[in-house]
Nanobody
Framework: QVHLVESGGGLVQAGGSLRLSCAASGRTFSNYAMAWYRRAPGNQRELVAHISSSGRTTAADSVKGRFTISRDNAKNTVYLQMNNLKPEDTAVYYC?????????WGQGTQVTVSS
């Protein structure tokens, strides 16, 4: 069992930056692939960025060049650095941990970008 707690969301003006953090419980964090998803009002949940257990990263086209996912296995934490934020980035952001058939979600953190 993995418990995920997101933090770092808030209100920011367009062009600003935020860093989201996701702290995970458990001693096997390094084995998990981690990801950030988001859900905007009226939209389906979408994958924002992913980092494998080995540190390989991918990102959605809509955030490439602006968002960076990283992980610190010593701190059991995954981060999402978000730069040059746009109003369309407004959403609830969720942390996800995946290992085999085990799939865990955090409670989400709200990011609101004003124009």
């Amino acid at each position: 069992q993995v418990h995920l707690v997101e933090s770092g969301g808030g209100l920011v003006q367009a062009g600003g930056s935020l860093r989201l953090s996701c702290a995970a419980s458990g001693r096997t964090f390094s084995n998990y692939a981690m990801a950030w998803y988001r859900r905007a009002p009226g939209n389906q949940r979408e994958l924002v960025a992913h980092i494998s257990s080995s540190g390989r990263t991918t990102a959605a086209d809509s955030v490439k060049g602006r968002f960076t996912i990283s992980r610190d296995n010593a701190k059991n934490t995954v981060y999402l650095q978000m730069n040059n934020l746009k109003p369309e980035d407004t959403a609830v952001y969720y942390c996800n941990a995946l290992y085999g058939a085990s799939n865990f979600w955090g409670q989400g953190t709200q990011v609101t970008v004003s124009s």
